[in-house]
């Protein structure tokens, strides 16, 4: 199972609502899943000295984590 203490439980149950374990679990996998996607675009897009396509990826990176009140990452 992924780590999942660095998501606000609170904002996700208030934006997704109350969700099964079944669902939760997919949720979360989806989650970790497109945090390594986006990770990996924004360091290939920095080492590749693409400043436009490094603030996309940034941005992208940012609005999933803060979906999930999950401002450490």
Same mark, same amino acid.
């Given at each position: 199972m992924p780590n999942i203490d660095v998501i606000d439980r609170e !904002? &996700? /149950?208030n934006r997704f609502? #109350? !969700?099964d374990g079944q669902t939760c679990l997919m949720l979360i996998e989806a989650l970790e899943r497109d945090f390594k996607? /986006? &990770?990996a675009r924004l360091v290939d897009a920095a080492s590749l000295g693409d400043a436009q396509a490094t603030r996309r990826a940034r941005h992208a990176l940012s609005g999933l984590c803060? =979906?999930?009140g =999950? &401002? #450490?990452l």
């Amino acid at each position: 199972m992924p780590n999942i203490d660095v998501i606000d439980r609170e !904002l &996700t /149950r208030n934006r997704f609502g #109350e !969700l099964d374990g079944q669902t939760c679990l997919m949720l979360i996998e989806a989650l970790e899943r497109d945090f390594k996607n /986006r &990770t990996a675009r924004l360091v290939d897009a920095a080492s590749l000295g693409d400043a436009q396509a490094t603030r996309r990826a940034r941005h992208a990176l940012s609005g999933l984590c803060g =979906a999930f009140g =999950a &401002t #450490e990452l």
